[in-house]
């Protein structure tokens, strides 16, 4: 069942301890599928699709310079940030509430406190080998604790589209890929224990 259809926070308090928090855990990041489901998930689709050719994203800061390197070598996604409360986003609404509920019930189990959340960016790569090189989202212990991406790509071949997120666990010998498929959802500690990065997209992602 989609989380966006659990009827009440028990269920929500299911996937926490028996999915979530096991695997953060054991391996520090956890991923689940058919979250919202095919309509609620085709509309959030659609709303990021208009975005897109309304011209409403942009070229992704860099929180730091790299020498030698153009912005659009180390990340060639377009981005917007929106709050889910502006007009015609109620898909995105029904997203970040079910996002919400799940954080909220696994930083329970965990006994951490997690009192807010960031805006949601919305991103896209365009194709043409897009990527994002290999980066900690919040290396210097700003606040930012768990970092959630939610997928909205319908029949993705990571073979002909590419487009991977590679994961690089911190003391382990492997690395994790994970293909960014339709109405699934990520979830990883964003401070150093996660390096990771966007292989290149050779179609829009």
């Known amino acids: 069942m989609p989380l966006a259809e659990f009827v009440s926070d028990a269920d929500i308090d299911g996937v926490a301890s028996r999915r979530v928090v096991p695997a953060l855990l054991a391996h520090g990041f956890c991923w689940l599928d058919g979250v919202l489901g095919e309509v609620t998930g085709g509309a959030v689709l659609e709303q990021v699709r208009r975005m897109h050719q309304q011209g409403a994203l942009r070229g992704g800061r860099l929180m730091r310079s790299a020498p030698g390197l153009s912005r659009k070598e180390v990340r060639g996604d377009r981005i917007a940030w929106i709050t889910g409360a502006e007009r015609g986003c109620e898909p995105v609404t029904a997203l970040l509430t079910a996002i919400d509920k799940l954080v909220t019930a696994t930083a329970r189990r965990l006994d951490k ?59 382990k010998p492997y ?12 979830l990883f500690w964003s401070d150093r224990r996660n390096p990771h990065e966007v292989l290149p997209s050779y179609s829009t992602r």
């Open 113 to 171: 406190s997690i009192s807010h959340r960031s805006k949601a960016m919305v991103a896209c790569y365009p194709g043409n080998g897009a990527g994002y090189v290999k980066h900690v989202d919040n290396p210097n212990s700003d606040g930012r604790c768990l970092t959630c991406i939610y997928y909205l790509n319908k029949d993705w071949s990571a073979t002909e589209d590419g487009g991977v997120l590679r994961m690089f666990p911190e003391g």
């Open 175 to 186: 690395v994790v890929d994970i293909e960014p498929v339709f109405d699934r959802l990520l």
